[in-house]
């Protein structure tokens, strides 16, 4: 019986009857759980590191100069300012974090924890089977409307019903939404057993719902945003430029989590046509700053004037964020790559040696897991009897050589035709019913050929340096490179063969690897489940991972993860830099010490970074 109806049959009961219901309820009350307190962080594992007192995160500077203009400088184009649904066209970059801004601000500093932004506290049961957050009565958006209750319930709603498929997902694991005053949001999150979902929750953005038009939320728009964050959106060049404006009346600017960030008066996007456009853009000083990912240019193209002189500065960063995962991904969903054997011998053919020496000065590292160079990393650790256990319920899930932290991508001889390695692939090949048949690989009458989708000069490099080394074996690979466009429809449908994908890590996985890994994003469209996967290994350790109580479990969680997906040789692993390369303007400067997680950036307008002369 509840507290409640003890209460109700006690007020129409006898004197000796409610002398004794009061002592029932008193004893339910001794042995019931003490409500959740409002505190000023969440971390998914653990307390927060900072005080409820603390004065800004370790990595800002609350003493940067404000002022000037920072340029920065992108690839592409863009046709929308709607950064939320992926039918709406390309969304411009730079509008979460600086135009919108989230319920609680996530520290860098920290594998996953929030502090106040938009939410002044937050209140969660030890179970997390309810979160409650706290408005800050003070949060307004641009136009000076205030941030209620009302705005969250709406954001919430369209989101979840209109928002990225990643939203939709994590949304739709609530079970119901209420909003018990002005200023108070709750959410009742009984039963999916998931320990970051309130955090999921806290770094939704809040949308205005008096400046939002559900009904046209999905299409395109060009039209100037209202959000709550301290800049607002000044000019729009459609496909070229957006520039932003600080709004003087940013109602966060004293916020802990705000302080020494968002320093710049104004912030140039501008948009380049291609690569090449975009670096002699910032060698003539067009553009501020720039994150290198170019071997050739980090080791011979930056001797120019500017970086003589020392109007440019050139930095290799490190920090202690997993490195992730970029390969050549198969897409399972063709009958052609079905047999893990012929994906793990298409793999053995692919001469990262030879690949490093030749076009990259050698300065790359074979990726040999999901979470590499991290403590979330399996590679080189035999597996806990705690992953054997949880591994238990999957018993083919795992390859003995990977279970015993032993497997390492096959090493190739350099010289760009290792027979060795040929002559293992084609065995593997054979044990799976194929052949060679004047000089091309056969099973059931029908070829080995497929093709590889690129979208870039450097991508297509690549791919015709594997594609000829499968030529070898007798497999037809065919690179074709397809322009922006082109190849977002095409990914976003999962019309391609083979294509390269990018698996970016962070130290606190979780809900995310649904919409990468698991089985319901296999057929829904524009997912990043690129191979297709569907596995119940990889499903159960999915849930492990989120709902993980102890950083012990949460990592035994991951490293069997981590197993299972190599396992599966959905992906030929490529390579990594273990260092951040960047160049930019000696006119910005940054803080001494680095967020121990994530880049030295953030994103892609320093929040950190200042000009040394605002004027």
């Known amino acids: 019986m509840t507290l409640f109806a003890i209460r109700a049959r006690a007020r129409s009961a006898g004197p000796l009857r409610r002398l004794a219901a009061r002592a029932v309820m008193a004893l339910l009350a001794a042995c019931a759980p003490a409500a959740a307190q409002p505190v000023h962080g969440l971390a998914v594992h653990g307390a927060p590191a900072l005080p409820a007192n603390f004065d800004h995160f370790p990595y800002a500077d609350p003493d940067a100069k404000k002022g000037g203009r920072l340029r920065v400088g992108l690839p592409g184009t863009f046709d929308s300012l709607n950064p939320f649904n992926v039918k709406s066209g390309t969304a411009a970059q730079g509008l979460v974090g600086n135009v919108y801004q989230t319920l609680m601000a996530r520290a860098q500093d920290e594998p996953f924890t929030l502090y106040p932004l938009i939410a002044q506290s937050v209140e969660v049961d030890p179970a997390r089977t309810h979160v409650t957050f706290h408005l800050d009565p003070r949060a307004h958006f641009s136009d000076g409307t205030p941030i209620t209750a009302e705005d969250v319930l709406f954001s919430f709603d369209l989101l979840k019903s209109k928002g990225r498929p990643q939203q939709r997902i994590a949304y739709g694991l609530v079970k119901s939404i209420r909003a018990p005053d002005a200023h108070t949001v709750s959410y009742d999150l009984a039963g999916p057993s998931d320990r970051e979902l309130p955090l999921i929750l806290a770094i939704m953005p809040v949308l205005p719902k008096h400046a939002t038009r559900a009904e046209t939320f999905s299409d395109a728009t060009l039209a100037k945003p ?55 853009a910032f060698k003539a000083g067009l553009v501020d700053y720039r994150d290198e990912t170019s071997t050739t240019r980090w080791s011979t193209g930056y001797d120019f004037p500017a970086l003589r002189d020392g109007r440019v500065v050139k930095e290799a960063l490190k920090n202690e964020s997993p490195k992730g995962l970029s390969g050549f991904v198969f897409n399972t969903r063709r009958p052609l790559f079905a047999d893990i054997r012929l ?54 899930a795992v390859r003995t050589d990977i279970l015993d932290g032993q497997w390492r991508p096959p ?45 870039d000069r450097d991508q297509e490099r690549l791919a015709l340096s594997y594609a000829s080394s499968l030529a070898r074996i007798g497999v037809d690979a065919r690179v074709r490179l397809v322009d922006e466009v082109q190849y977002q429809r095409r990914r976003q449908k999962f019309d391609f063969d083979m294509m390269i994908g990018q698996y970016v890590a962070s130290a606190s996985p979780g809900n995310e690897q649904r919409m990468r890994w ?50 599966g040789f959905y992906v030929v692993p490529l390579f990594h830099a273990s260092e951040q390369w960047i160049a930019h303007s000696a006119e910005i400067e940054r803080p001494q010490r680095l967020p121990r997680y994530g880049s030295p950036m953030f994103s892609t307008t320093l929040e950190s970074w200042w000009r040394k002369d605002p004027k």
């Open 411 to 455: 090493v190739n001889d350099g010289t760009g035709r290792d027979r060795e390695m040929a002559k293992r692939a084609l065995d593997l090949l054979a044990a799976a019913g194929w052949k060679l048949e004047g000089g091309r690989l056969m099973k059931d009458g029908e070829a080995a050929a497929f093709e590889i989708m690129v979208k």
């Open 343 to 396: 994906r793990e011998a298409l793999g053995m053919m692919f001469d990262f040696e030879w690949v490093n020496a030749n076009y990259y000065a050698g300065l790359y590292t074979r990726t040999k897991s999901f979470f590499d160079e991290s403590v979330l990393s399996s590679s080189g650790r035999p597996a806990s009897a705690k992953e054997r256990a949880l591994l238990a319920p999957y018993p083919n």
């Open 518 to 567: 698991g089985s319901a994003s296999a057929a829904q469209e524009a997912s990043f489940n690129l191979a297709g996967a569907a596995s119940p290994a990889i499903d159960g350790l999915i849930a492990a991972m989120v709902a993980a109580e102890s950083e012990e479990d949460f990592t035994t969680a991951v490293r069997a993860y981590d197993r299972v997906l190599l396992s």
């Open 226 to 280: 209202i959000g709550s964050g301290p800049y607002v959106v000044e000019t729009v060049e459609p496909g070229a430029r957006v520039l932003l404006r600080r709004d003087p009346k940013y109602w966060g600017v004293d916020l802990p989590s705000q302080r020494g960030f968002y320093n710049f008066d104004e912030i140039d996007i501008q948009y380049f046509r291609d690569g090449n456009s975009l670096f002699e």
